[in-house]
């Protein structure tokens, strides 16, 4: 096959994937409707100042998922990707369409049922942004298994040592999913020697999840989170209690 043909698939293949992720995203977005925003009531629930509600986090996450998923839809329309995908098989579905839409649905699944309510933040974000960029680069399909087992074994961890929201502050969770963050990370370090674009993944996935939850809770004083998670219950200790104190005082 071809380089142009090539991209083509990759095309389709994005077209799908911003379908699934398009979903995905509305559906938890729907979802944090039922979080008060601007100080209602709502089932019981009131709400106080926009910032302090527990609504931010999921409508920043879900909200940038759906705009970088319609970007991802809009290139892949107009590189002829979605017309490729539609033709095929009269709608355009083969198993390699569904192997990448599975597999990411099935992160995405980990990661907001399993990860984010129990695992420290910085770390379940880095996971997952190391797993979609290093899994998904490329089209290769060993490396989506690679990056999916990581995350759901991350999350099926998390979900099944701490079912009850009374044991979220335990921190094997933690230890768990930065093991396997770190074992992907040097995995994606080994083939950033011939793919120069994997050489940025491990500053990324550190720098955009840190900068994301400390501007929630020190700047936004939002409930983030995980917030007796392994990371940024330090993050939160030295904050209050060695910066803090550095205007204050």
């Known amino acids: ?57 999921p409508l920043f996450i879900f909200g940038g998922l759906l705009s970088l998923s319609f970007v991802l839809l809009a290139i892949s329309i107009r590189s002829g990707g979605a017309q490729n995908a539609l033709s095929a098989l009269g709608i355009g579905w083969d198993k390699s369409e569904a192997y990448r839409a599975s597999t990411i649905g099935l992160i995405l699944l980990a990661y907001v049922v399993g990860l984010v309510p129990r695992v420290d933040f910085i770390l379940c974000s880095g ?76 500053l990324v996935a550190v720098l955009a999840p840190f900068i994301l939850v400390c501007a929630m809770a020190f700047v936004f004083r939002q409930n983030v989170p995980a917030r007796g998670g392994l990371i940024f219950e330090q993050i939160e200790y030295h904050y209050y209690v060695t910066l803090r104190p550095l205007w204050k005082d």
């Open 127 to 202: 996971l997952l942004i190391t797993a979609l960029t290093y899994g998904y680069y490329g089209g290769h399909a060993r490396r989506a298994l690679v990056a999916c087992s990581a995350v759901v074994s991350a999350g099926l961890f998390a979900f099944v040592v701490f079912p009850a929201q009374a044991d979220w502050n335990g921190h094997s969770d933690d230890w768990f999913t930065l093991a396997l963050w770190v074992s992907l990370t040097l995995v994606v370090l080994s083939k950033a020697v011939s793919e120069r674009v994997l050489r940025f993944v491990p």
């Open 1 to 57: 096959m071809d380089k142009p043909d090539e991209t083509l698939v990759m095309r389709s293949r994005d077209f799908w994937a911003a379908i699934v992720l398009i979903t995905v995203s509305v559906f938890f977005l729907w979802k944090t409707s039922d979080i008060p925003l601007w100080g209602e009531n709502r089932a019981g629930v009131s709400g106080s100042d926009w910032y302090n509600s527990a609504a931010i986090v």
